[in-house]
């Protein structure tokens, strides 16, 4: 079962994109006791996500849009969020 901070940024990214695929990985085992980690098991995520309104937007754009939309979770309640987005067929 994922926390509540990764079922929260699946919501949010799900209303805003309609994505054809989306995977919200919890990467915060693998930094315990790093920089960031807050000891909530929930400071360091991989997004994966496939949705139509990234067809002819740049990677940086892209990056700035689900940031935009996940609102204050990137750099206030996560420490990292690695963004991998494309568009069907990429």
Known sequence: M???IAQEMHSM???A???TRLAVVNDSASHSGHSGDDGSGESHF???IE???FA???RLQRQRMVNAALG???GHRVHALAI???APGE
């Open 56 to 58: 002819g937007v740049s």
């Open 72 to 74: 204050d979770i990137p």
């Open 51 to 53: 949705s139509a309104a």
């Open 13 to 15: 990214l799900t209303s």
């Open 46 to 48: 991989t997004v994966e």
């Open 2 to 4: 994922t926390g509540p």
């Open 84 to 86: 991998k987005a494309m």
């Open 17 to 19: 994109f309609a994505p």
